[in-house]
């Protein structure tokens, strides 16, 4: 493999001058630029990403530590994230834990060896073994939610107003007794979500029945659980909302497995808006998460950090929207 000695030598020109022409660090005459440029094209010579690395120590490289989880709102961001990496020709190594507190150590040890130039972190459920927090001398992004305390700026979903636009859209379609499935409370967008709920009830003066709160996972047999904990009351709710759209499709199958037709015999609205949300039966009104916006200002925090190291780390919370489908009675 050619070097830029090699160069050097066949143009007869100093090392450095070779290097200032291929990186355009310095003025060179065209003259003697010209004649490097051909000695370059006639030995086929590449430069080292991984010497240039070294050298500016900048990989051009970020890494992302998930989470295991089936939930798809997860994958859509990941998509998301990627895209705009290479937008910005940056490469994205993408690790994940699997909910394994050992592994996780061993992922941030392999992406520091790496040379990452940056970290972005999405946790999907509060039962993942956080651990010790992680410290690592890295720009760090949180995405959606991450169990530990870190030095990293955050951005997150306004889950309460979520909740409360999803429980409100119940409510102004006729329906005053509404269930909730949750995700694990003990992770706050749960939490943030059914506090939404109850915001959203108490303005209409509807009381809170406990028995129809649900905590549950955000997962697909999350919903198939809640739902049938909702279904086995006495007195049941004419309208459910699912914390996540796997919770809703969880729900969907509870409710199609005891011969219960969606919106007549109950109503559903989920909450992600992930793809396959549009092409349930029927159509599930859901809260959209700007997966896609998520996923660039993610990636644009973290190079803006990674060029321009702020002291003062951030908070970014961006608005969920309704999207209306066909899950919906109006009573």
Partial sequence: ?????????????STSTVSHV?????YVSDEIKEKV?????QLNYTPSALARSLKIKETKTIGMLVTATDNPFFYEVISGVESYCNQHHYNLIISN???NEERLQQNVDTLVQK??????LMCSESTFPAGNPINLPLPM????????????????????????????????????????????????????RLNGYKKALAEHHLPLNPNWIIESHFHFEGGIKGMA?????????????????????????????????????????????????????????????????????????????IKKPI?????????PQLVERGSIAML
């Fill in 97 to 99: 834990t699997y909910g």
């Fill in 141 to 192: 992004v949180i995405m959606d939610w991450w169990p530990t305390e870190l030095n990293a700026d955050k951005i997150f979903e306004d889950a309460e107003y979520g909740g409360y636009l999803a429980t409100k859209t119940l409510i102004k379609h006729g329906h005053t007794q509404i269930g909730i499935i949750t995700g694990n409370l003990t992770k706050s967008i749960a939490q943030n």
């Fill in 311 to 319: 002291e003062n780390y951030r908070t970014l919370v961006l608005k």
């Fill in 22 to 26: 291929i990186n355009n660090s310095r």
């Fill in 37 to 41: 440029m051909a000695v370059v094209t």
């Fill in 115 to 120: 040379k990452i130039d940056g970290l972005l």
């Fill in 1 to 13: 493999m050619a070097t830029m000695k090699d160069i050097a030598r066949l143009a007869q020109v």
């Fill in 229 to 305: 904990q909702l279904l086995s009351q006495p007195h049941r709710p004419t309208a459910v909302f699912a914390c996540s759209d796997t919770i809703a499709f969880g729900a969907y199958h509870t409710a199609w497995q005891q011969g219960l037709s969606i919106p007549q015999d109950i109503s559903i609205i989920g909450y992600d808006d992930i793809h396959l949300a549009q092409y349930m039966s029927p159509p599930l009104s859901t809260i959209h998460q700007p997966k896609t916006e998520l996923g660039k200002l993610a990636v644009e925090t973290l190079l803006e950090r």
